[in-house]
């Protein structure tokens, strides 16, 4: 792999590096909803208090990359937190004992990527924050 970066540009390198980290907490969060199983443990457990850290970083790190990102960058991290959005509303409003559900509210596979929009939603905080 090392042999790979050396043929990409620096801009190339950092696309991916930030790509790979938005996909590191987008892992957590999946895992916090209970939606996919800990690679660790095997393990699936629904931690609302640690899937909206997860969702929050992200909406952290849009908040302060806000004019430095590419257009590619900046859709794929507004996708991921809509979806994470979306999936930590339904976990929180199901009954507690209630089962985590295996599909993510579009009924795809959390762990494949999302379509590619091009205008996409604005998205909204977890939960509404005082700005």
């Known amino acids: 792999m ?12 950092d696309t991916f590096a930030f790509m790979a980290m938005v996909e590191l907490y987008q892992q957590t969060a999946w895992m916090a909803l209970g939606k996919i199983a800990d690679p660790a443990t095997k393990e699936t457990k629904t931690n609302l208090p640690q899937a909206r850290w997860a969702i929050d970083t992200l909406s952290m790190i849009e908040r302060k990359t806000r004019g430095n990102l590419s257009d590619h960058e900046l859709r794929f991290l507004r996708e991921i937190l809509h979806m994470l959005r979306m999936n930590y509303v339904e976990e929180a409003n199901k009954p507690s004992g209630e089962p985590p559900s295996s599909q993510n509210q579009t009924g795809t596979n959390p762990d494949k990527e999302a379509a590619t929009h091009d205008e996409p939603e ?10």
Do not use: G
Not at 2 to 13: H, I, K, V
Not at 123 to 131: H, I
């Open 122 to 131: 604005t998205p909204q905080s977890a939960e509404p924050q005082n700005e």
């Open 2 to 13: 090392a042999e790979q970066e050396t043929n990409l540009t620096q801009e190339q390198q």
